[in-house]
């Protein structure tokens, strides 16, 4: 058991979240973000995709209606990762998200990737970003990633839209 390793083509499939409000939480993720509705149960549940996938993302209110958001420091969900398929994709969200004047929880530069940080309508942390092609990932000299956290340059992000 100890040598076991998942296989490389293991992937996350979905994360659901429970919501205190599944109009809110639908007006921030098919809304502001552009997940498309594939299935919704009433006022209680739904399932959003991006591409016509059968959901990246279930939300419901079954445990958590009008409940308060989780405290900051108790275990759980630290944030939501979402992957866009190019910078110039994280580029077009960043300013979609600014012109909505919603608020950015911080932004960041990897060296492997470059994220955008926010909160849903229930204080769950979202990240947004886009994977840098490996081979222009920053290893050290035996080769091993090494990632790290800089200022995401905005300017030079919103560059891959012709704008400043």
């Given amino acids: 058991m100890e040598n076991y390793k998942i296989p490389a083509q293991t992937r996350i499939g979905h994360v659901h979240l429970k919501v205190s409000d ?7 993720y098919h809304g502001l973000l552009g997940f498309e509705i594939i299935q919704k149960m009433g006022d209680q549940a739904a399932f959003i995709s ?4 059968h ?6 209110t079954w445990q958590s209606r009008g409940a308060d958001p989780a405290p900051d420091y108790a275990p759980g969900l630290f944030h939501t ?5 190019t910078r110039k994709s ?3 969200i960043f300013v979609r998200l600014r012109e ?3 608020k950015f929880t911080g932004a960041a530069d990897h060296g492997v990737s470059e994220a955008l940080y926010l909160n849903d309508p229930d204080e769950n ?3 947004l970003y886009w994977d840098r092609p490996k081979e222009e990932w ?5 080769g091993k990633v090494q990632m790290y956290t800089r200022p995401l340059n905005i300017e030079d992000l919103t560059a891959e839209l012709g704008e400043k």
């Fill in 22 to 28: 599944l109009e809110k939480a639908l007006d921030f």
């Fill in 50 to 53: 991006a591409g016509g996938y």
């Fill in 55 to 60: 959901h990246h993302i279930g939300l419901n």
């Fill in 81 to 85: 990762a979402i992957v866009y398929p």
């Fill in 90 to 92: 994280l580029a077009e």
């Fill in 100 to 102: 909505a004047n919603y």
């Fill in 125 to 127: 942390g979202v990240e």
């Fill in 138 to 142: 920053p290893r050290s000299a035996d």
